[in-house]
């Protein structure tokens, strides 16, 4: 067990290891200028002064191994290096960022899991009858409602026809309030980001314990649960659903990590000042620098989630924990 413990995480090292070095020498090996790439400026623009200057903050002027070494000792320190389009520390961008994305992905996964996991036990304890079908039909319908269009008509409808919540935004811009106030003002804003976020992701939760309920429903432990007259009640919250959560908890913890991906295009609608946010600013102005730090961090959520996913599924289901 502490052998099979440690080559996961050897491989998970070795994965981030490459991703890192992925990171680093891409930029540095594309065609073109790679000032240009690193440094996020238009280097026609620039005097031969600036240039020098660019490339010594940069560190571009200095061989490629040194490059590297220096690129690790940053990254160890914190230090994702500086945006010359924003004219500010790429670490401190993305700390202002992140913060507003776990919020709206932290709300969307618990929404997700307890509807997911309620819908999809429901659906399978009543396979193939009417609720089971419609219930499936409606996950199908949801999963298949692309984001954008989404949270464009909740826009459309709740927040300019209806005028019940805000459209854009994280807070209300010059607010002054209590502290509650505050609160309540940004979980105003919050409502229609989470709402689609949970819309895309209740499907894949549902699908997930519907199948593992199916299977956990045939298993011979739970013919012999009833056959020792447990009531149904005993053998569906015992029995079936304990032994169901297992791949949900997994699914969850994956999906938390390529939510911080994910999150790009409903924050894009949304105007929410997220993670995701951050990429599209980035892309649009060729910010480069902090297009390799966000998907580095994106990279790391990943890993990280596998690793809580790896660490959680023998806690929840024994006969993982004994292989």
Known sequence: MRSSRGNRI???????VIAVSLNFFLPRLMPGNPLALLAGVDVGLMTPEEKAKVKEE??????????????????????????????????????????????????????????????GAISAWNRAKPVDIGLLWTMILMGSMPTFWLGMMLISIVSVDLQLLP????????????????????????????????V?????VYLTMRYTMLSVLGADFIRTARSKGLSEKTVLFRHVV???????????A???????????????????????????ESVSGRDYPVLQATFLVITVAVLVSNILADMLYPLLDPRAKAN
Do not use: C
């Not at 050897?10 to 981030?16: D, I, Q």
């Open 200 to 204: 895309w992701s209740i499907p894949g």
């Open 10 to 16: 050897l491989e998970y090292l070795v994965v981030f």
């Open 242 to 252: 304990r032994n169901s959560l297992a791949p949900v908890v997994t699914v969850l």
């Open 254 to 280: 994956i999906r938390l990590g390529f939510a911080f991906g994910g999150t790009v295009v409903v924050e894009t609608v949304f105007s929410y000042p997220g993670l995701g946010r951050l990429i599209f």
């Open 58 to 119: 940069a560190g571009l002027d200095r061989p490629l191994w040194e490059q590297y070494i220096d690129y690790w000792n940053d990254l160890l320190h914190g230090d994702f290096g500086y945006s010359y389009k924003q004219k500010a520390p790429i670490t401190k961008m993305i700390g202002d960022r992140l913060p507003w994305t776990l919020l709206i992905t932290g709300s969307s996964l618990i929404i997700s899991a307890i509807f997911g996991v309620i819908f």
């Open 167 to 198: 459209s854009f935004g994280a807070m209300t811009p010059a607010f002054f309030g209590t502290f509650w106030e505050s609160v309540a003002d940004v979980a105003s804003h919050t409502i229609l980001p989470v709402i689609t976020l949970s």
